[in-house]
């Protein structure tokens, strides 16, 4: 067989570890030559060239699969990558400040649960994400945004602090770096806000009440911006069980998450709050909105620019002309960088240019952590997210689920699992899901820290969200936001369970009956479920291929 994984011809395809290997198979490798050829490498280490219609195929698939994949990564990241002092042990990818937004849509459930009942749900959802998102982050780019983060249906933003009046030669700028030739420059924090600001208010124009063309079904935003200092991590590094390729995830930690955590519940659907620190650099060009009183006064709902001096086209215009981002990113060399941050079924499906395949209404078990009380954004805290994910990977990977995201928000640290997800697919994932939260519990236990543990079963679309310029895999639905609803209203190092999870649950798990509860987007209360390991037959436990000690055999 051939070493394919990476398809990295630059560097050679060497990727796969013999471990993922039988002994007796025989292993070939190919490698870049000098004069741009390939040769392949049998087991005895000899050589010989490839046939020229061989290369040719090799460096396709490459740029194929480099151009398909590279929407899953932000540019902060490829920068950081390409500035070279990124190692495998480097955990701070990068340090700076500027203007986060946190852009939250509501109607997507709605729209899930509609088309989840239509055999081409998942196509037609998938259409409706796509025309939404791709005029939003088209806007967001234009105004030298940077999508860091999915989160469900929601959009992490980072607009860095760049001086641009001291880069290059600013003769053959038409605008200067803040976009008003009659207003002295307003220094890089500030003209990261205001860009931010400018953003935001032409997303509200644009599409607040967005019609999505299912059931009169629309889509508006509530959006919260901060700013100050931030730091961009990457964590993990451990090997699912279906491949060979380390899997890694990148978070945005710091002073302005904060600042969000207040300001978006506080502006409702078509608003933009800002907190007091973004509102003081900006105040003097900007309008608030005083429509409505906040119940914080030291927030303030964006109204409009100010445009006897500055406005959105040269706002607009500045940014994008010094925007350099296109000349620091990924090619083919960082091709295997790049698969450390895709799921192994997402990136198999752009290597053969069936991306749209992975996008489907199935049933999964959801689990969702938090843990709160780390700032990451420290040298401390990153070490402790780091041992975290570790731990959090090793537990899943165990039970053959998918660590789907890691993020920081208003609750803390979040982990978002999947269970059923291809190509892990099982009978039992709802046991699966209960199972490692035991094992999740006792591992933030040993750090000194607590969890919150919510599981829900149901079906979700899973696929990917976003547009050709930026996207994630990500799980979408009523169960997913149900699962993140039990986490939140779960005791101290607790596990909740809904109904469906409890129903699917084999005979290791044993459930107590709690007081139904009511959650955020649920008329009725809900039936709520604390799992136990019962204490059954190890004989039994055996039958069902599980460990009475780790739950599943081999953990």
Known sequence: MFAMDGLDVSKGLTSRTKGKLEQDEPRQLVHATERGGLDIEDAQGNRKPL??????????RNNEALSGSLAFVPWILQEAYLQGDVHPETLVLHRGSGAVVFSDASGFTALTERLALK??????????LTSFFTPLIQLINAYRGDVIKFSGDALMIYFPAVDDAATGDQSKFKVPPHGSFHQPDIGPMATAVLRACACCIEIQKRLHMFDTGVDGVRLCLHIGLGCGEIAILQVGGIEPPETAIPRSEYIIAGAPLEQISIAEPLAKNGETCLS??????VKDYIFADTSRELENDAFKLLGRLDESKFTFPTVKASAQERDTRKDNQFTIAELDVIRKFVPSAVFKQIEDGTLTYVNEMRNISTLFISCSGVDVSRDEGANTAQELMVSVQRIC???????????????????LL???LPPLVHTDDATRAVLSCFDIVQAFEKLGLIAQCGVSTGRAYCGVCGSAERMEYTVLGDAVNL???LMANAPANGILIDESTKMRCTLEISVEDLKPIKVKGKAQAVKIFKPHMAHCNPQVLAQVGRSPSRGMTGA
């Open 51 to 60: 046939p020229m219609d061989a290369v040719k195929w090799f460096k396709n």
């Open 119 to 128: 055999t081409n749900g998942a196509e037609l959802l998938s259409q409706c």
């Open 397 to 415: 990977y165990a039970n053959e689920g998918t660590l789907n995201k890691f993020l920081i928000d208003d609750k803390g640290m979040l982990f």
């Open 483 to 485: 699962a993140a609803r």
């Open 418 to 420: 999947a269970y059923g």
């Open 276 to 281: 007091p620190q973004a509102w003081e650099h």
